[in-house]
């Protein structure tokens, strides 16, 4: 009986341990075996990293780079006309303003002769009288056999002489209040006198110009100067307005100099037809300094690094790191240099800053 009591003792402790295991098995292994499972090698719930990003093509197209230069619409130097008088005179009124457009014969000012002019033109229409007395006293004499033939000549040519100075001095203007009138129709570029000013023979009065006959002054830096050529397209706008209309003009000259009041190079460009642009005005001019042909994309597309640029691409759903070299570029495009980069391949525009080689990626891909 004792016997059978120790195996049935033994039986019951061999139970309770076995129930025991099963107990922590049932809280511990089911947990320990997921963590496993997702730590394991090729496990399906391995955490995976996929960047979104959105791309476009690598072109295989033309690009351009240009500056943008200010400037004033000046008038063409050999259009325009002063506005002189051939004698001293002194300035009454002034009956035009300067950007005035007039009329030829239009009255511009009005101004007399100086008092010394009046005192020429008194004396040469005094010389002009005794001249002619002179001439009728000497042929009064020739009638009467008291003056020689060369007498009657030489009186004939002083009496000729002095009516041909008188003639000259009023035919300049010399004498009481005048008005000087447009000698062709154009716009009053310039005043150069006041009222109550004396001027001198020739000094121009005011200058005048065919609204036709304009021109764009634009100041360039040195180092692009070199980089345009006479007859270039430019393409110009009055810096202020709302309207986008472009006006487009070609470089008609170059100058070689450094223009001592701005520090650059004047350019010089003819405006078409009817541009609508007024004397004085501001206006921003562009103009392309090279051109070239190769791979482009847009410049969102490359970043730098150190002393290198780097560009993303896109394959097999995988980003693939270039490093590039940067040719020719503008404010929007810039042309890459390298062979690993092909023509047509995704290029990563948004999201490439974040981007490793090889890493998983997903998003917009334009065609």
Same mark, same amino acid.
């Given at each position: ?11 019951? @402790? ?50 351009? %780079? ?8 000046? %008038? ?6 002063? @506005? ?37 033109? +008194? ?36 009496? !000729? ?65 070199? !980089? ?63 051109? +070239? ?14 002393? @290198? ?59």
């Amino acid at each position: 009986m004792t016997r059978f009591m120790k195996r049935i003792s033994w039986a019951f @402790v061999l139970i309770s341990a076995l129930g025991m295991g099963v107990a922590i098995w049932r809280q511990t292994g089911p947990k320990t075996a997921a963590a496993n499972t997702a730590h394991a090698p090729g496990s399906h719930t391995r955490p995976r990293v996929i960047a979104y990003v959105k791309t476009v093509p690598v072109r295989r197209q033309s690009i351009s %780079a240009s500056v943008v230069a200010y400037g004033t619409v000046v %008038a063409r130097a050999s259009s325009i006309r002063n @506005v002189a008088v051939p004698f001293n005179a002194q300035v009454l009124r002034i009956l035009v303003a300067g950007g005035q457009h007039v009329r030829k014969g239009e009255p511009l000012l009005q101004l007399e002769s100086t008092s010394s002019e009046l005192l020429r033109l +008194a004396q040469a229409q005094s010389s002009a009288l005794s001249a002619e007395e002179q001439l009728s006293e000497v042929k009064q004499k020739f009638a009467l056999h008291l003056a020689t033939r060369q007498s009657l000549l030489a009186a004939r040519q002083a009496l !000729k002489l002095a009516q041909l100075n008188l003639t000259n001095l009023k035919t300049l203007g010399i004498g009481g209040p005048r008005l000087i009138k447009a000698p062709a129709g154009g716009v009053v570029s310039k005043i150069l006198s006041g009222p109550g000013q004396i001027v001198l023979p020739g000094a121009p009065l005011l200058q005048l110009v065919s609204s036709r006959n304009i021109e764009v002054q634009l100041g360039l830096e040195p180092e692009d100067s070199i !980089k345009v050529r006479r007859g270039q397209t430019v393409t110009l706008l009055p810096v202020g307005e709302q309207s986008t209309q472009r006006i487009v003009g070609k470089i008609s000259l170059i100058t070689q100099r450094v223009n001592p009041l701005t520090r650059l190079v004047d350019v010089f460009v003819t405006p078409q037809m009817h541009s609508g642009l007024l004397l004085g005005q501001y206006v921003e001019g562009k103009l392309i300094i090279a051109k +070239a042909t190769g791979l482009v994309v847009p410049r969102a597309a490359v970043l730098p690094a150190g002393n @290198v640029q780097e560009l993303f691409t896109v394959r097999n759903g995988r980003a693939i790191l270039h490093r590039v070299r940067i040719g020719l570029a503008n404010t929007r495009y810039v042309q890459v240099l390298g062979s690993s980069v092909v023509e047509g391949e995704p290029a990563v525009i948004v999201g490439n800053a974040e981007l490793t080689n090889g890493m998983a990626v997903t998003g917009t891909f334009k065609p």
